[in-house]
């Protein structure tokens, strides 16, 4: 049985995710590599709560098992102590604090999001918490990905906080993405991904709700992503909508229109 703490296992977890990804060629996918270091980053935030935690309970068990102090008074008429003279004084100790080996977090529910004007380089969420300004900036957290951002607040008034975003609407630079603290509330800064053309993305919405394109997905055939983007548009169309795009299917099956179109369209089931 290992006599290793639990906050020293936390360590080596993270210390062996680091070896394997510091290993030339180990990890290939970028993605995998992101999430793996954000991973890592975690961990060890949560070693060094539970090692405070340890430190404290440590603390707590000391104070319990000192001797009691005695404070001795002697008479000034003779060098011999008297039972009556013995005043015992005992340390008042904290009670130990409660052990848990793993943290458990509050779902931070209320922030705003700014998606910022046409082709600003940022977008920006602000998370409202009183007093959020005099915690010690040690117990405040934010990893960024290419499509999350993770923020956790430790020991804030009693309690564990986090906001956990992924699968964003579209990609950000983590590297260049930042956190303010104020007095009361974070901000963060999300920094927007350049297309090649020089413009940033417009963000609609922080989150996307459909599965972003891989670099596969973007070297497919071009008549693929036009029935794709046909079918999304009969599922949340009105009827107009569809009845457009049912007349575009008559007029393919009549041979009217592009046969780059035509395997496609014939996959098509509504």
């Known amino acids: 049985m290992s006599n290793l703490s639990t906050s020293d296992e936390r360590f080596l977890d993270a210390q062996e995710i680091e070896y394997l990804l ?32 340890e430190d404290s309970q440590a603390k707590a068990d000391s104070g319990l098992q000192q001797p009691q102090d005695v404070e001795m008074k002697t008479n000034t008429d003779s060098s011999e102590l008297k ?24 779902t931070i529910d209320k922030f705003s999001f700014d998606s910022g004007s046409y082709n600003s380089p940022t977008v920006t969420i602000y998370i409202p918490l009183t007093g959020i300004g005099s915690h010690p ?16 607040i430790l020991d804030l008034n009693g309690s564990n906080y986090r906001l956990l975003k992924d699968s964003l ?6 590297e260049d993405s930042k956190m303010k603290i104020k007095a009361n509330k974070i901000i963060l800064k999300l920094q927007k991904v350049k297309s090649e053309y020089g413009m940033y993305d417009s963000w609609n919405e922080l989150t996307s ?32 909508m569809k009845k457009m795009i049912g007349e575009t299917m008559l007029k393919q099956r009549e041979g009217r229109l592009d046969s ?7 996959d098509m089931n509504f």
């Open 83 to 106: 039972p009556d003279a013995l005043v015992h004084t005992v340390k008042a100790s904290a009670p130990p604090s409660t052990f848990s080996t793993s943290i458990k977090y509050k």
């Open 169 to 174: 609407e579209h990609d950000i630079v983590p």
């Open 209 to 240: 709700k459909k599965k972003k394109k891989t670099e596969s997905d973007k070297n497919k055939d071009p008549s693929a992503s036009i029935m794709e983007l046909m079918k999304d548009m009969y599922d949340q169309g009105d009827d107009n």
């Open 137 to 152: 900036e040690s117990n405040i957290q934010c990893n960024f990905t290419k499509s999350s951002f993770d923020v956790t």
């Open 22 to 53: 510091a290993k030339e060629g180990m990890i290939q996918r970028p993605s995998v590599k992101a999430h793996l270091e954000a991973l890592a980053q975690k961990i060890r935030r949560d070693a060094n709560a539970i090692r405070r935690l």
């Open 260 to 266: 780059s179109l035509n395997k496609g369209m014939d």
